[in-house]
Protein backbone atom coordinates (compact mmCIF):
# COMPACT_ATOMS: atom_id res chain seq x y z
CA UNK A 1 0.00 0.00 0.00
CA UNK A 2 1.65 3.42 -0.96
CA UNK A 3 1.77 6.14 1.90
CA UNK A 4 1.33 9.71 0.08
CA UNK A 5 0.00 11.12 2.98
CA UNK A 6 2.71 11.01 5.99
CA UNK A 7 4.79 13.98 4.33
CA UNK A 8 1.93 16.76 5.66
CA UNK A 9 -0.34 14.71 7.76
CA UNK A 10 -1.00 17.90 9.91
CA UNK A 11 -2.63 20.02 6.56
CA UNK A 12 -4.34 16.64 5.97
CA UNK A 13 -6.12 16.70 9.10
CA UNK A 14 -6.60 20.53 9.38
CA UNK A 15 -7.99 20.55 5.56
CA UNK A 16 -9.91 17.53 4.62
CA UNK A 17 -13.47 18.06 4.63
CA UNK A 18 -15.59 15.92 7.02
CA UNK A 19 -18.02 13.30 6.99
CA UNK A 20 -21.79 14.47 7.63
CA UNK A 21 -24.17 13.30 10.80
CA UNK A 22 -26.22 11.86 8.28
CA UNK A 23 -23.94 9.49 6.80
CA UNK A 24 -23.03 8.61 10.33
CA UNK A 25 -27.07 8.08 11.45
CA UNK A 26 -27.73 5.92 8.68
CA UNK A 27 -24.27 3.66 9.36
CA UNK A 28 -26.08 3.49 12.72
CA UNK A 29 -29.61 2.36 11.55
CA UNK A 30 -27.48 -1.17 9.38
CA UNK A 31 -25.73 -1.90 12.42
CA UNK A 32 -27.61 -3.32 16.19
CA UNK A 33 -24.41 -4.23 17.41
CA UNK A 34 -22.07 -1.49 18.40
CA UNK A 35 -19.34 -3.04 20.10
CA UNK A 36 -16.90 -3.23 18.20
CA UNK A 37 -15.74 -1.06 14.84
CA UNK A 38 -13.04 -1.11 12.93
CA UNK A 39 -12.21 2.01 10.46
CA UNK A 40 -9.56 1.16 8.14
CA UNK A 41 -7.28 3.56 6.27
CA UNK A 42 -8.51 6.05 8.93
CA UNK A 43 -5.62 8.70 8.29
CA UNK A 44 -6.03 11.50 10.56
CA UNK A 45 -9.40 9.35 12.48
CA UNK A 46 -12.11 11.26 10.88
CA UNK A 47 -14.21 8.70 10.66
CA UNK A 48 -13.71 7.01 13.81
CA UNK A 49 -13.56 9.52 15.83
CA UNK A 50 -17.37 9.61 15.20
CA UNK A 51 -18.30 6.21 15.02
CA UNK A 52 -16.53 5.96 18.82
CA UNK A 53 -19.52 8.00 20.17
CA UNK A 54 -21.73 5.15 19.32
CA UNK A 55 -19.80 2.02 19.30
CA UNK A 56 -18.00 0.49 22.53
CA UNK A 57 -14.35 0.22 21.51
CA UNK A 58 -13.32 1.65 17.54
CA UNK A 59 -9.91 0.36 16.40
CA UNK A 60 -8.75 2.42 13.54
CA UNK A 61 -5.34 1.26 11.47
CA UNK A 62 -3.54 2.90 9.09
CA UNK A 63 -0.21 2.63 7.90
CA UNK A 64 1.22 6.16 8.34
CA UNK A 65 2.84 6.71 11.60
CA UNK A 66 2.30 10.70 11.11
CA UNK A 67 -1.32 10.72 10.09
CA UNK A 68 -1.99 8.84 13.39
CA UNK A 69 -0.06 11.19 15.46
CA UNK A 70 -2.35 14.04 14.26
CA UNK A 71 -5.51 12.14 14.75
CA UNK A 72 -8.03 13.13 17.30
CA UNK A 73 -7.46 10.51 20.83
CA UNK A 74 -10.69 9.06 22.79
CA UNK A 75 -10.84 6.60 25.24
CA UNK A 76 -12.38 3.86 23.24
CA UNK A 77 -10.22 4.33 20.23
CA UNK A 78 -7.58 2.19 19.84
CA UNK A 79 -5.45 2.89 17.12
CA UNK A 80 -2.39 1.12 15.49
CA UNK A 81 0.00 0.48 12.54
CA UNK A 82 -1.21 -1.89 10.63
CA UNK A 83 -1.48 -2.77 6.65
CA UNK A 84 -5.37 -2.89 5.81
CA UNK A 85 -4.22 -6.30 3.99
CA UNK A 86 -2.94 -7.94 7.35
CA UNK A 87 -3.91 -7.43 10.84
CA UNK A 88 -3.51 -9.05 14.32
CA UNK A 89 -6.59 -8.32 15.08
CA UNK A 90 -8.68 -12.01 16.19
CA UNK A 91 -11.31 -13.88 14.18
CA UNK A 92 -14.98 -12.39 13.82
CA UNK A 93 -14.91 -9.43 16.24
CA UNK A 94 -16.27 -6.74 14.18
CA UNK A 95 -20.38 -5.70 13.43
CA UNK A 96 -18.90 -2.51 11.11
CA UNK A 97 -16.04 -2.19 9.01
CA UNK A 98 -15.49 1.12 7.71
CA UNK A 99 -12.55 2.83 4.93
CA UNK A 100 -13.42 5.68 3.89
CA UNK A 101 -11.58 7.65 0.91
CA UNK A 102 -8.89 4.81 0.95
CA UNK A 103 -9.62 1.76 -0.07
CA UNK A 104 -8.19 2.36 -3.85
CA UNK A 105 -5.14 2.37 -2.18
CA UNK A 106 -5.38 -1.24 -1.01
CA UNK A 107 -5.26 -5.03 -2.35
CA UNK A 108 -8.68 -5.57 -3.33
CA UNK A 109 -8.43 -9.74 -2.87
CA UNK A 110 -6.06 -9.56 0.46
CA UNK A 111 -8.15 -6.86 2.13
CA UNK A 112 -11.33 -8.71 1.78
CA UNK A 113 -10.27 -11.82 2.94
CA UNK A 114 -8.96 -9.96 6.33
CA UNK A 115 -12.74 -8.35 6.17
CA UNK A 116 -14.06 -11.32 6.12
CA UNK A 117 -12.02 -12.78 8.55
CA UNK A 118 -12.52 -9.85 11.01
CA UNK A 119 -16.24 -9.75 10.57
CA UNK A 120 -18.86 -11.15 12.66
CA UNK A 121 -21.57 -12.90 10.70
CA UNK A 122 -24.01 -10.54 9.54
CA UNK A 123 -21.42 -7.18 10.12
CA UNK A 124 -21.77 -4.50 7.61
CA UNK A 125 -18.54 -3.22 5.09
CA UNK A 126 -19.24 0.43 4.21
CA UNK A 127 -16.74 1.72 1.47
CA UNK A 128 -16.78 5.48 1.30
CA UNK A 129 -15.37 7.76 -0.73
CA UNK A 130 -16.30 11.45 -2.19
CA UNK A 131 -16.46 12.94 -5.62
CA UNK A 132 -15.16 16.58 -7.35
CA UNK A 133 -15.99 19.53 -5.35
CA UNK A 134 -18.85 21.81 -6.32
CA UNK A 135 -18.84 25.57 -5.88
CA UNK A 136 -20.68 27.44 -8.63
CA UNK A 137 -20.73 27.47 -12.46
CA UNK A 138 -17.87 29.54 -13.36
CA UNK A 139 -15.48 28.38 -10.31
CA UNK A 140 -15.87 24.61 -10.85
CA UNK A 141 -14.73 24.71 -15.11
CA UNK A 142 -11.53 26.18 -13.29
CA UNK A 143 -11.28 23.53 -10.91
CA UNK A 144 -11.98 20.38 -13.02
CA UNK A 145 -9.25 21.99 -16.08
CA UNK A 146 -6.96 22.03 -13.24
CA UNK A 147 -7.44 18.10 -12.06
CA UNK A 148 -8.05 16.61 -15.04
CA UNK A 149 -5.05 18.46 -17.23
CA UNK A 150 -2.87 20.42 -14.98
CA UNK A 151 -2.48 17.93 -12.53
CA UNK A 152 -3.82 14.90 -14.85
CA UNK A 153 -0.85 13.12 -15.51
CA UNK A 154 0.48 13.19 -11.82
CA UNK A 155 -2.13 11.52 -10.54
CA UNK A 156 -1.55 8.11 -9.37
CA UNK A 157 -3.60 5.33 -11.60
CA UNK A 158 -5.40 4.09 -8.32
CA UNK A 159 -7.10 7.18 -8.27
CA UNK A 160 -9.49 6.06 -11.39
CA UNK A 161 -11.33 4.21 -8.94
CA UNK A 162 -12.84 7.87 -7.26
CA UNK A 163 -13.41 9.06 -10.68
CA UNK A 164 -15.71 6.49 -11.17
CA UNK A 165 -17.15 6.84 -7.73
CA UNK A 166 -15.82 2.99 -6.44
CA UNK A 167 -18.44 1.64 -8.81
CA UNK A 168 -15.86 -0.71 -10.73
CA UNK A 169 -14.21 -1.75 -7.22
CA UNK A 170 -14.33 -5.88 -7.04
CA UNK A 171 -17.14 -6.23 -4.17
CA UNK A 172 -17.80 -9.82 -3.11
CA UNK A 173 -20.70 -8.67 -0.80
CA UNK A 174 -24.41 -8.64 0.11
CA UNK A 175 -25.26 -5.45 -1.43
CA UNK A 176 -27.15 -2.52 0.18
CA UNK A 177 -28.28 0.52 -1.56
CA UNK A 178 -27.44 3.33 0.19
CA UNK A 179 -29.08 6.90 0.24
CA UNK A 180 -27.26 9.97 -1.51
CA UNK A 181 -25.36 12.12 1.28
CA UNK A 182 -22.98 15.43 0.22
CA UNK A 183 -20.38 17.09 1.92
CA UNK A 184 -21.53 20.59 2.87
CA UNK A 185 -19.29 23.10 4.22
CA UNK A 186 -18.89 26.77 4.37
CA UNK A 187 -15.31 27.57 3.14
CA UNK A 188 -13.20 30.65 2.14
CA UNK A 189 -10.89 31.02 -0.49
CA UNK A 190 -7.79 30.17 1.35
CA UNK A 191 -9.19 27.06 2.85
CA UNK A 192 -10.39 25.69 -0.29
CA UNK A 193 -6.28 26.78 -1.64
CA UNK A 194 -5.57 24.87 1.61
CA UNK A 195 -7.71 21.50 0.87
CA UNK A 196 -5.98 21.81 -2.49
CA UNK A 197 -2.71 21.33 -1.29
CA UNK A 198 -2.93 18.13 -0.02
CA UNK A 199 -3.91 16.45 -3.09
CA UNK A 200 -1.70 13.37 -3.64
CA UNK A 201 -0.67 14.79 -7.70
CA UNK A 202 -0.02 18.14 -6.55
CA UNK A 203 2.86 17.10 -4.52
CA UNK A 204 4.12 14.81 -7.79
CA UNK A 205 3.71 17.70 -9.57
CA UNK A 206 5.72 20.20 -7.08
CA UNK A 207 8.54 17.26 -6.89
CA UNK A 208 8.84 16.80 -10.62
CA UNK A 209 8.52 20.88 -11.76
CA UNK A 210 10.12 22.47 -8.37
CA UNK A 211 6.88 25.18 -8.27
CA UNK A 212 3.19 24.97 -7.22
CA UNK A 213 0.62 25.81 -10.05
CA UNK A 214 -1.90 26.07 -7.09
CA UNK A 215 -0.97 30.00 -6.97
CA UNK A 216 -1.84 30.14 -10.51
CA UNK A 217 -5.30 28.50 -9.98
CA UNK A 218 -6.08 30.96 -6.83
CA UNK A 219 -5.04 33.84 -9.23
CA UNK A 220 -7.93 32.64 -10.85
CA UNK A 221 -10.59 31.94 -9.15
CA UNK A 222 -10.24 35.25 -6.75
CA UNK A 223 -12.16 37.09 -9.38
CA UNK A 224 -14.96 34.65 -8.95
CA UNK A 225 -14.71 34.07 -5.63
CA UNK A 226 -15.68 37.62 -4.11
CA UNK A 227 -13.43 39.11 -1.25
CA UNK A 228 -13.63 38.11 2.01
CA UNK A 229 -16.69 35.90 0.99
CA UNK A 230 -17.34 32.79 2.63
CA UNK A 231 -18.60 30.05 -0.20
CA UNK A 232 -20.74 26.88 -0.22
CA UNK A 233 -19.28 24.06 -1.48
CA UNK A 234 -20.24 20.45 -1.89
CA UNK A 235 -18.41 16.95 -2.37
CA UNK A 236 -20.45 14.60 -3.68
CA UNK A 237 -20.82 10.91 -1.15
CA UNK A 238 -20.48 7.95 -3.20
CA UNK A 239 -21.00 4.45 -0.62
CA UNK A 240 -20.65 0.67 -1.32
CA UNK A 241 -22.53 -0.72 1.58
CA UNK A 242 -22.78 -5.00 1.87
CA UNK A 243 -23.29 -7.64 3.95
CA UNK A 244 -20.90 -9.43 4.89
CA UNK A 245 -20.65 -13.38 5.13
CA UNK A 246 -17.43 -14.46 7.45
CA UNK A 247 -15.63 -17.16 5.94
Known sequence: MKDLFSESSDLYARHRPQYPAALFAYLNTLVQDKDKAW???TGNGQVAAVLAETFTTVYATDISTAQIAAAAHKENL????????????PDHCFALITVAQ???WFDFEQF???VKRTAKANAILAVIGYGDIRISETIDPLMQDFHANTLGAYWDWERKYIDERYETIPFPFEAIAPPDFTITIDWTLEQLIAYINTWSALKHFIKANKYNPVDTLQQQIEP?????????????????????NPE
Do not use: M
Open 39 to 41: DCG
Open 78 to 89: QYSIQAAEHTHF
Open 102 to 104: AIH
Open 112 to 114: YAE
Open 224 to 244: LWGKNLVRTVHFPLFLRIGKI
